[in-house]
């Protein structure tokens, strides 16, 4: 400055246009100096930086890359020559020193925010994120840095101790929970998620209240967001999972089983006692034939025994045609290749209805897939309605328009026949 002031005295200006120009000149010289550093700092340091980077083996500094923490890390250098610039300005020295010092601050909190964000790119690299996530761990170290950042901002600018700040916001601390009272629920519903291990990104969870029944795709400080089968998005809050009560389809989809549980409902009159015209036919069924033969075997030693009289099939045991269906859609499930043998296959009765003999099938497929499940689930029971009638069974069903018109077709068919 003084150079520039001896300089400037040779030409026999004033000593008010000598201060004048001497600080231009000074302000422009100190802007080139910082546009020329921060030239160098992106266009080479930067550029070398990234190379390096990128040419190693690693992929965690590349994820920090890209999440531009060096580019943001580059503008500390001009407010740093700005802010040791300031004493060449004494008037203002105050003020340049508070403004470069808060544009630092600033950055500094951007460049913390940013490795935050990749260190939670790299964590989620990794297969443990879908069991512990700790997206909401992050936001909340994202608003505890803010929080202090913008108490260190304030006293820059006021010229006091941050503590000083801080204390005062203990008077506040109502005001603060009632601001942040969702993300205080969400922070400790968070921990409770994650050391239960009660849901994880991937889960298929079923929550009616919230109607939410899909896939969670994310868990963050406030919401876990669930795409549900209709692509819709559900935003449940986090403390919701905690206090309410919802479904997790997890242990279904690491067991390698699908539930099938599902009735056919059997006509009661169409239920009797096996002919022995049907008991060969039933013979010649290729699931059938050791136990039919087993089962007779067995039927004709204990009626012997016990002197049974088999003229009325009323008398002793007697295979009926519910029992050997039965068995058939056992054993044709024990043979099917899309049921798991190692999980619970069941093939019972329940309690008569007014619609029939429910005959429920309890099994499990082994493909886990929606639609596989389905199209396997589609199968057996076009089987089971299929092979019904050959063991004398039909299936119940309420009459429909077209039973009724048959049966009055029927009615008139035979009103003429008896007139003729």
């Known amino acids: 400055m003084d150079f520039i002031k001896h300089q400037l005295d040779g030409y026999g200006m004033s000593d008010q246009a000598i201060v004048y120009f001497s600080n231009m000149i000074m302000v422009v010289f100190i802007a080139v100096v910082s546009i020329l550093a921060n030239y160098i700092t992106k266009k080479i340091v930067l550029k070398t930086s990234s190379y390096i980077i990128r040419s190693n083996r690693f992929t965690w500094d590349n994820i920090i890359l890209e999440n531009k923490v060096f580019h943001k890390l580059s503008h500390l250098v001009p407010a740093i020559i700005i802010y040791y610039s300031a004493s060449i300005f004494p008037s203002y020295q105050a003020l340049i020193e508070k403004a470069a010092l808060t544009y630092v601050i600033i950055v500094t909190i951007m460049v913390f925010n940013a490795l935050l964000n990749a260190f939670d790119a790299i964590y989620r690299s990794f297969e443990v994120s879908k069991i512990r996530p700790i997206k909401g761990y992050i936001q909340v170290a994202k608003i505890v840095l803010f929080i202090i950042g913008g108490i260190v901002v304030i006293a820059n600018l006021i010229g006091q101790n941050p503590l000083i700040i801080l204390s005062g916001l203990g008077a506040l601390s109502a005001v603060l929970m009632l601001i942040f009272k969702d993300s205080i629920l969400g922070l400790v519903a968070g921990v409770q998620l994650s050391s239960n291990d009660m849901v994880r990104v991937g889960d298929w969870i079923e929550m009616p209240k919230y109607d939410a029944n899909g896939d969670v795709i994310d868990i963050t400080l406030n919401t876990v967001k669930v795409m549900n089968f209709d692509k819709t998005i559900t935003m449940i809050p986090s403390y919701a999972l905690i206090s309410d009560s919802f479904k997790n389809w997890r242990g279904m989809q690491l067991s390698g089983g699908r539930r099938i549980k599902r009735s056919v409902?059997?006509?009661?009159?169409?239920?009797?006692?096996?002919?022995?015209?049907?008991?060969?036919?039933?013979?010649?069924?290729?699931?059938?034939?050791?136990?039919?033969?087993?089962?007779?075997n067995e039927i004709n030693i204990y009626n012997t025994e016990h002197r049974i009289n088999t003229e009325s099939k009323v008398n002793?045991?007697?295979?009926?045609?519910?029992?050997?269906?039965?068995?058939?859609?056992?054993?044709?499930?024990?043979?099917?290749p899309k049921i798991n043998k190692d999980m619970t296959l069941i093939v019972r009765q329940l309690a008569p209805e007014d619609n029939g003999l429910p005959l429920e099938v309890y099994a499990f497929s082994n493909d886990i897939n929606w639609g596989v499940y389905e199209s396997v689930q589609a199968d057996i029971f076009d089987h089971i309605f299929a092979v019904a009638p050959t063991f004398g069974l039909r299936a119940f069903q309420n009459p429909t328009g077209h039973d009724i018109a048959q049966l009055k077709e029927s009615a008139e068919f035979s009103r003429g026949s008896v007139h003729y």
Request: charged fraction near 25%; proline fraction near 0%.
């Open 265 to 296: 409902f059997i006509d009661t009159s169409s239920i009797g006692f096996c002919t022995e015209e049907m008991i060969e036919e039933f013979k010649k069924i290729h699931y059938l034939t050791d136990y039919v033969t087993t089962k007779i």
């Open 316 to 336: 002793g045991r007697q295979l009926t045609n519910i029992g050997v269906f039965r068995e058939y859609i056992h054993q044709y499930l024990r043979n099917h």
